[in-house]
């Protein structure tokens, strides 16, 4: 069988990804802010030291390059667990890079300045500074008063071997002249990593590859620096819902690193969800990270910090794979009796569950057909017969809803009793 030929792909028509290596530093990255950003969520719960490691271990299986560990200038129970989650980080050599989010401040930075020495690697410092002119006008800055902190900050963390991610808060808001005014200034202090950010989640897909394309062109080669020379970081939000689209936009725009927490946990609406970003980037075939294990990371993260987790959320969601339906039930069942897991994973879906760590399930319901109850009963280890697949059908048509195992079960036994 020629897969290729059972799914006309309209995504493909006049479309590719295409990134030349000679204009970046590497390939496509990601940075994972659940543990920092994420944790901003007026709903979020900080989960506990162990809780943590365990989502860091996660974390390194599904070849997420990067990490925000936390905001050390938050108090010395932050610190803390930035200190511990570095201990794991050395003591397992993993491949993951820490960082961690300062304000330009030096006594947001010297703590970094300490634990590198204490831990023997470097951490990156992502010293964040708001350039738009509303925040301009709120706060009384001017751009001199900006461009001063900014050099303070980033001269005493480049002169103490800090690796520095330059953040312009609220970029998506920004006057272009301010935008290339302070990143030219940080790339002469010695950054080599910017961050673009869409802090309240204002830009369309339009506008993240305008603005990319200005940072590419006029902040980064007009400043006369190859543009493999710079990383150039992607972080997103959820306001206006978009914040998987842009990520998907900044790919196409030439983003090194795509930032993003799990569930898309964080302040207001959240963040990006780096979940739902790593499922389409993975079907796009720009990326090709194991992400089989991505379903136990989104349920941890779920218990840990307690962000909500929708039954019809994308892939991870409980309803994502199931289906009582018996038009749709019976398209499966018949690919699943074939043999042929990768056909039953998307004759009636557009992501293929078993990439994801999951798998198709049949439900029995009001709007169920005999295959589903047949099926079921099958998988169950269930003997079937006509009596009982016609006592099953009439109890499903009378539900309100799908029937959980323990209902079908019930019921089954009730029959069998009689």
């Known amino acids: 069988m020629d897969e290729r030929a059972l799914i006309f792909d309209w995504n493909t028509i006049e479309y590719d990804i295409s990134r030349d290596s000679n204009n970046h530093p590497h390939g496509i990255w990601f940075d994972d802010e659940t543990l920092r950003d994420g ?51 050395t ?19 010297q703590p970094l300045v300490d634990l590198q020495q204490k831990h023997g690697i470097q951490i990156q410092a992502s010293a964040f500074l708001g350039t738009s002119p509303i925040r301009q006008f709120t ?22 071997d800090v690796p520095v991610m330059f953040v312009t808060e609220d970029t998506t808001r920004s006057k272009p002249k301010d935008v290339k005014m302070i990143y030219q200034r ?44 710079i990383e150039v970081n992607w972080h997103g939000h959820q306001d206006r819902g978009l914040g998987v689209a842009n990520n998907i936009a900044a790919v196409e725009a030439g983003a090194d690193v795509i930032h993003g927490t799990a569930l898309g946990v964080g302040e207001r609406a959240g963040n990006a969800p780096l979940d739902q970003t790593l499922v389409n ?16 990371y989104v349920k ?10 929708p039954h019809n959320y994308p892939v991870f969601g409980r309803d994502a794979f199931e289906t009582g339906t018996g038009v749709h039930a019976s398209a499966v069942i018949k690919a699943m009796k074939k043999g042929d897991q990768w056909l039953a994973d998307r ?20 709007m169920a057909g005999r295959s589903n109850i047949i099926w079921w009963l099958e998988q169950n280890g ?8 016609a006592h099953m059908f009439e109890i499903a048509k009378g539900q309100r809803r799908n029937m959980s195992d323990e209902e079908i079960h019930q019921a089954v036994d009730s029959f069998n009793s009689n």
């Open 39 to 89: 944790l901003q969520s007026p709903s979020a719960r900080n989960p506990t030291i162990p809780q943590k490691i365990e989502l860091l271990n996660y974390m390194e299986k599904l070849g997420i390059q990067k990490v925000d560990l936390g905001l050390p200038g938050a108090g010395p129970f932050h610190l803390e667990h930035i200190d511990a989650m570095l201990n794991h980080i």
């Open 300 to 309: 941890k993260a779920n218990e840990y910090i307690e962000v909500p987790l």
């Open 139 to 160: 706060e009384g800055w001017t751009m001199e008063k900006l461009l001063s902190t900014m050099e303070t900050a980033v001269s005493f963390a480049v002169e103490n």
């Open 91 to 109: 003591e397992n050599n993993f491949s993951i890079r820490p960082g961690a989010a300062v304000r330009t401040l030096m006594n947001d930075i």
């Open 281 to 296: 980037l993975k079907l796009m075939g720009a990326i090709d990270n194991d992400l089989t294990l991505l379903n136990e």
């Open 186 to 229: 940080a790339m002469e202090l010695g950054v080599r990593r910017l961050c673009v950010c869409d802090t309240c989640g204002h830009v369309t897909p339009n506008g993240v590859k305008k603005l990319l394309n200005f940072i590419d062109e006029e902040v980064i080669k007009d400043s006369g620096y190859m543009r493999s020379e």
């Open 347 to 366: 004759v009636y879906s557009g992501v293929p569950a078993a990439d994801f760590g999951l798998k198709q399930v049949i439900r029995i319901g009001h």
């Open 382 to 389: 269930i003997e079937v017969n006509d009596e009982l697949v």
